[in-house]
């Protein structure tokens, strides 16, 4: 049997059941172990991994737009009785921004009120009479006719009061608005108003 070569610690030797020929390892022995290098053990830490939101900042320079804007006008000419909000504020849609003085205005609703009351009286004595055949088609007709004036009156006597009240179009951020008490606007009178904006989502 040939010895292996170039110190290869195997050698040649018969099969267990002594047919043919085989390969066996040379059995490792302690000088063996203790030249094989040692490995130090390594540290890892664990740690659970958990999802959470994160807020990502996003910084640019721009002109940003209205999305809507309008401008306030006097619907009526008055002196202003009160101012409910400041420049700058931030409103609601509906909400009284100030009123004007609604003294002349309450005055002609109650004449426009007693007006209605004196035409329903007449128009009704109107129609009695004329079912018994004591007035004629034409005093009904002029009776009817009052009535309808008269309603017509105090519908604009009402809204003429309601227009004291300057309100917010829609809900939004007042840009301008210099009212003060005491100070008189003329109808028509415009200054600027309103935005609104569409908040990045």
Request: charged share 25%; proline share 4%.
């Amino acid at each position: 049997m040939a010895a292996a070569s170039g110190g290869d610690d195997l050698r040649r030797t018969g099969d267990l059941d002594g047919g043919g020929t085989g390969l066996a390892r040379r059995p490792v022995t302690a000088d063996d172990e203790a030249k094989t290098p040692s490995i130090e053990p390594v540290s890892v830490a664990v740690r659970l991994s958990q999802a959470v939101p994160v807020t990502r900042m996003l910084r640019a320079e721009g002109v940003s737009k209205p999305d809507r804007d309008a401008t306030l006008r006097a619907e009526m000419s008055g002196h202003v009785a009160s101012v409910a909000v400041a420049k700058g504020a931030q409103v609601e849609a509906g909400q009284l921004l100030a009123s004007l003085q609604p003294a002349q205005r309450t005055a002609s609703l109650a004449r426009a009120e007693a007006s209605l009351l004196r035409a329903e009286r007449d128009h009704t004595r109107a129609a009695a009479l004329h079912q018994r055949g004591s007035t004629t088609e034409q005093r009904l007709s002029e009776a009817r006719e009052a009535l309808a004036v008269a309603k017509a009156d105090l519908a604009a006597a009402r809204q003429s009061l309601a227009e004291t009240r300057i309100t917010a179009p829609f809900a939004g951020h007042l840009e301008e608005f210099d009212l003060t008490p005491g100070a008189y606007v003329q109808e028509g009178l415009r200054w600027r108003g309103w935005w609104r904006w569409i908040p990045c989502g």
